[in-house]
């Protein structure tokens, strides 16, 4: 949810706060603030509701020259967007500042404590009382990093945050509670001593690839020659900082007007990537160089469960199939924010697969920690090295899209289905129920993949088209079935986020059980009945709606002219068999959302109220 960076060194802070400000963007952007020492070792802040660039208007020309600092983009929790509610939050005095991501829940019970006594408070957010414990620990003899300890002994909640006091100009300490997102450390290079701190490695990939990960419940103590790590007890931990890749080019948007767009072109070579070196032919296998479990422990599992959220659940409903089908295992799915509230029952025999771009979405690290406690072997398939989701789990399976930017995940999503395809393929061999006919026909049709994604791409021009007349409406189901009904969820969240356009996803046979008292001539219908065992059963659920008078747009696999006349429109995608299929549907209805949500004069890249890395509840 919101972005966290703080830097200490002998650069100009305030510019490189900015910088790192803009990549982070994206996590939030109701307001954005930093704060600075001046001359005179105070604290410069500045806080602008809405956008970065109103933070950027408001400070231009005014930055005090200034070697350490913290900056936020804001995704708001508790009060409004504002600028009173915008972070860093200060204590009444000015004396500490702090930047913070994910909840605090107790916040109400500790202000209330310091109300009481006389404080008084300048915001509605849960932060502030951050910086009011802070102050008081400050007060009580605490230096900085033992303040931020005992900060956490009093909170309850999972969050991040990063403080600063005008004691000691030039020290940042930060400290991850629980599972609200990350905080990574980037280290000076080339000997520089300076230091960075963020709640992204993206944001300072740029200017350093040498990092730290904090865990849940550890504190850095950061100066510019050096940082300290501890527990939340004081003891000091040794982390050997890590080296990351960095690739330039992926996090820039090059000749598209929208990262959404860059990412959706970006898809055949997304799938290249996912594909490389792990789809082999001779003899016909996956070998995924990172999968932790052998022969011995993939045989003892007799159930999976896989967990995600948003676009990454339906990434896992769509692998439902793919376990079933080729490890012949009973498999199923669950919405991770439901997951640990219901009791679920699991054991050792259970492998749990959870789906992620992020790897920090708190709801999937909470149904993570849940099958942790039941012992459950644990599989995560994640777009982001290093991530939490990466540690809690025996094995992870990397997504290797690059850099997903645009808050409408799309070519995380084709990685995703590409890395659960693998994974089954290899689970069903180690388990000795793949027969080497299916392998090599679901192997070549991995290989051609991304030739076929590139083909569904030269369907933009029709797209847009299309886009021009269904951006009227201001309702929509779409409907699939089997390996497309995930598809159509997807269709339709993708809709809902970037255009702000009333849509729902079906099973295309729920419709007749409710929806269908819907559909009029106002309710557009999108039905994804492309070549399958299910595709006469899609046919009659769109003559259903156009028999009262629904409008119906449907997908249909190329060779396939029998929809002709009986949909209003026709979208021909490239035919392609075997079980990775959805990814080629997916790419007209990404663009579909795309460029209607153009045609309303929608913000794509940066949708109200959403944000990339969702780490609240
Ligand atoms: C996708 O377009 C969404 N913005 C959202 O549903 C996202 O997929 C979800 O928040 C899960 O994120 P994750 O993959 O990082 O766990």
Redesign the pocket.
């Given at each position: 949810m919101c972005g966290i960076i703080g830097y200490t060194g002998s650069r100009p802070a305030g510019p490189l706060l900015l910088e790192c400000l803009r990549r982070l963007e994206y996590r939030g952007y109701d307001s954005a603030g930093i704060a600075l020492f001046d001359e005179q070792q105070q604290l410069y802040l500045a806080r602008a509701e809405g956008k970065l660039d109103n933070l950027a208007n408001r400070v231009e020309g005014r930055l005090p020259p200034a070697a350490a600092g913290i900056g936020h983009t804001r995704w708001a929790t508790h009060g409004a967007p504002s600028d009173r509610n915008a972070h860093p939050q200060l204590d009444p005095s000015g004396r500490v500042a702090v930047v913070h991501n994910g909840i605090v829940e107790n916040f109400e019970a500790l202000r209330q404590r310091f109300t009481d006594r006389g404080d008084s408070f300048a915001s509605d957010t849960d932060t502030e009382v951050l910086a009011h414990l802070i102050v008081d620990a400050l007060d009580g003899g605490a230096d900085l990093a033992d303040a931020v300890r005992r900060v956490i002994g009093e909170t309850e909640g999972a969050y991040s945050l990063v403080a600063i006091t005008v004691d000691e100009p030039g020290r940042l300490v930060a400290a991850r509670v629980g599972n609200a997102g990350g905080i990574v450390v980037g280290h000076g290079e080339g000997g520089a001593d300076e230091q960075f701190v963020s709640s992204d490695l993206a944001a300072i990939l740029p200017l350093t690839r040498t990092v730290t990960f904090l865990g849940p419940g550890e504190v850095v103590d950061v100066r510019a020659d050096g940082v300290t790590l501890t527990d939340a007890d004081g003891r000091a931990i040794e982390r050997a900082p890590e080296v990351q890749p960095f690739d330039p080019v992926a996090a820039a948007k090059g000749r598209f007007r929208h990262f959404m767009l860059k990412e959706i072109h970006e898809q055949p070579d997304a799938a290249l990537d996912a594909i490389r070196g792990r789809y082999l032919l001779d003899p016909p296998r996956v070998e995924i160089e990172s999968f932790g479990f052998d022969e011995a422990r993939v045989r003892d599992i007799n159930r999976v469960v896989l967990v995600?959220?948003?676009?990454?659940?339906?990434?896992a409903m769509i692998a439902r199939h793919y376990i079933e089908r080729f490890a012949r295992v009973p498999a199923e799915v669950d919405n991770?924010s439901e997951f640990r509230y219901r009791r679920p029952v699991l054991d050792e025999h259970t492998l749990v697969i959870?789906?992620?771009?992020?790897?920090?979405?708190v709801?999937?690290l909470a149904a993570m920690e849940e099958a942790q406690r039941a012992g459950c072997a644990q599989l995560t398939i994640?777009?982001?090295p290093g991530s939490q989701?990466t540690r809690l789990a025996d094995s992870t399976v990397l997504i290797r899209v690059g850099p997903e930017i645009?808050?409408?995940?799309?070519k995380?999503?084709i990685g995703?289905i590409i890395a659960l395809h693998a994974a089954a393929l290899q689970l069903g061999r180690l388990r000795g129920v793949l027969d080497e006919s299916t392998a090599r026909e679901e192997i070549e049709s991995a290989l051609h993949l991304p030739a076929a994604l590139g083909e569904a791409l030269l369907l933009e021009d029709r797209v847009r088209e299309l886009a021009a007349r269904y951006a009227q409406f201001d309702d929509f189901l779409f409907l699939g079935r089997g390996l497309s009904y995930p598809v159509a969820l997807?269709g339709a969240?993708?809709l809902k986020?970037v255009s702000y356009i009333h849509a729902e996803g079906y099973a295309a046979g729920e419709m007749k059980h409710g929806p269908i008292a819907l559909i009029d001539e106002r309710m557009a219908t999108v039905a994804i009945a492309v070549r399958d065992e299910v595709r006469e059963k899609m046919r009659s659920n769109i003559e259903q709606v156009r028999a009262r008078r629904g409008p119906v747009l449907a997908l249909t696999s190329a060779g396939d002219e029998s929809l002709e006349g009986v949909a209003d429109d026709v979208l021909v995608i490239p035919a392609f068999d075997g079980a990775l299929a959805p990814a080629v549907s997916l790419i007209p209805l990404q663009l579909l959302a795309y460029h209607i949500a153009l045609e309303r004069g929608a913000d794509v890249d940066q949708?109200r109220n959403?944000?990339?890395?969702?780490t609240v509840e």
């Open positions: 995600g959220m948003g676009t990454s659940l339906y990434a991770a959870s789906v992620g771009q992020s790897g920090e979405t709801d999937t994640c777009n982001t989701a645009a808050v409408a995940s799309t995380c999503l995703s997807e969240l993708k986020e949708p959403l944000a990339k890395t969702v």
